[in-house]
């Protein structure tokens, strides 16, 4: 085991699978000598050279255009959005060309969509954005979101080797604040699959992403007051793992679905249609969501913080879902 950081396990993992396989190339703005906006791809160019690390021109539509075509051709390409929320500049190509065409053609898109998401860097409206709920609603895309480390070098892994398309949203507020222990050997995290973070009885906060961190300080300041709270850590938003979702319901009875991105129209909801449909008879209380507030991320530092869920609003949203 190695300590490493969350933006190191992502490079890492890039490093492993481009050297074990390759067809796998790495596309984007500045990926090459610069080493990305944050990074993470500092190094690969000395590594594997211009051919596979590619600098691309500002067109996000053409970046994820010329992977699926490349894609066709055998190859496995890694994309980078230098910051997810330009990612609805490439919107088309992922929707109406990667998402469909193994039901059009038969033909699998084994390329990943990877960027920085997230608040809680004072990057106001363009450059905070969670867009999960942008393609929840498109079958044929994958989507992961991890929470540590050893997650982000593991789901990557294994998004790089599927052979469909997923995208990789890596919250930019963890690159370089946590920091866990990650296997040496090769290991990948199954897409598709969810992990309890802490286990409880009185109450499930189900999250993924940077929220694990402010559901289980949450948890923290929970247990003083005597609730025995569980975290459930999705990882993969599609696949979903339903069965570890239902499992956590009908343990606590109680369900707080926590996430960054806005509140309306956000997985929040879906999460909690699922349980009422199918884990109803286990309820004690309503589903209850904390989320962002429905306005675009603010650049002020205060008003940022009071836009983004926080330990507070969690302990406080989860004290009423107890004396519900």
Known sequence: MAVITYLEAIRQALFEEMAADDR?????????AYGGAFKVTEGLIDRFGEARVIDTPISEIAIVGSAIGASYMGMRPVCEIQFIDFIACCFDMLTNFAATS???NGAGVPIVVRGPSGGGVGGGPFHSLNPE???LNTPGLKMVEPSTAYDAKGLLKAAIRDDDPVLYFEHKFLY?????????EDYVVPLGTAKVRRAGKDLSIVTFGAMVHTALDAATQLEAAGVDTEVLD???LAPLDRESLLASVAKTSRVLVLHEATRTGGIGGELAAIVAEEAFEYLDAPVVRVASEDSPAPYAPPLEAAFLPSVDKVV??????VDY
């Open 24 to 32: 796998v190339f790495v596309m984007g703005e500045d990926v090459g």
């Open 102 to 104: 193994r039901y059009r």
């Open 133 to 135: 709920a942008f393609f």
């Open 176 to 184: 370089r604040r946590i920091k866990d222990d990650v296997p040496e």
């Open 234 to 236: 999705l990882r993969s």
């Open 316 to 321: 406080a949203a989860a004290k009423r879902l």
